[in-house]
């Protein structure tokens, strides 16, 4: 099955500061990848998502890229504010097969203000 | 609110009692999936149904754990003779099931086992 590696597990960062996050799937057959972000005791909520014939999307301060060929996408959010701080998920799926969904293990985002 | 609804929010149980979670998908959303959360850690994949069909089941789940959606609606997912181990966030989320399209979460019912 799908194998989601997620880098860094902990990250802080000054406000107005970028935040990269990466991330690295194993089954090259995935083509959807969403991001999440989940504030403490809240559900996860979908912030930005890409699919695997796109190179990046952009929302905003968000952006997502994708590289099939190294098969890693990373988030980015530009000008950070501290109600961004927060983990962070990746999550990988192939909706040929089911659309499984498999996560990473998550990045906890702190923006220092 | 329109949204993903689980209940209960939170469930205290003893070992070795079963304990039974329900969760409401978004309406027109057809595929509805399980996920166990715990601490410091991503969504972990249980099950999921589209329609009323258990089309995939995670080989960690246990025979302990079983879930339903037996009108393609909502779903339950029961945990009998419960183990500390289990103590978890339990995710409920859904999708239309249309190419690629989103997990919608709900807000989680918390297991703690005593």
């Known amino acids: 099955g799908e194998n989601v590696e997620q880098h860094p597990s902990t990250l802080s960062v000054q406000e107005g500061d970028s935040a990269v996050i990466k991330c690295t799937y194993s089954?090259?057959?995935?083509?959807?990848f969403p991001w999440y972000k989940q504030e403490l005791g809240k559900r996860p909520q979908l912030i930005i998502d890409i699919r695997s014939n796109v190179g990046e999307k952009k929302d905003q301060r968000i952006a997502v890229t994708l590289n099939k060929t190294a098969k890693h996408f990373s988030l980015h959010i530009t000008e950070t504010q501290p109600e961004d701080s927060a983990v962070y998920f990746c999550?990988?799926?192939?909706?040929?097969?089911?659309?499984?969904?498999?996560f990473g293990t998550g990045t906890s985002l702190t923006v220092i203000p | 609110d329109t949204g993903v609804s689980q209940n209960p929010r939170h469930k205290i149980t003893k070992r070795g009692q079963n304990v039974t979670f329900r969760c409401d998908p978004i309406?027109?959303?057809?595929?509805l999936y399980w996920y166990r959360q715990t601490l410091g850690q991503g969504p972990e994949f249980l099950t999921y149904f589209q329609n009323e069909a258990q089309l995939e089941k995670s080989r960690l789940l246990s025979d302990r754990f079983s879930a339903e959606r037996p009108k393609g609606s909502f779903s339950t997912l029961e945990i009998q003779r419960t183990e500390q181990g289990d103590s978890a966030m339990y995710l409920c989320a859904s999708s239309s099931g249309q190419g690629n399209s989103p997990l919608h979460f709900g807000n989680g019912t918390r297991l703690t086992v005593t």
């Open positions: 309406s027109e959303h057809n595929r």
């Open positions: 999550a990988a799926s192939n909706s040929n097969t089911g659309n499984q969904f498999y």
């Open positions: 089954d090259s057959a995935s083509n959807y």
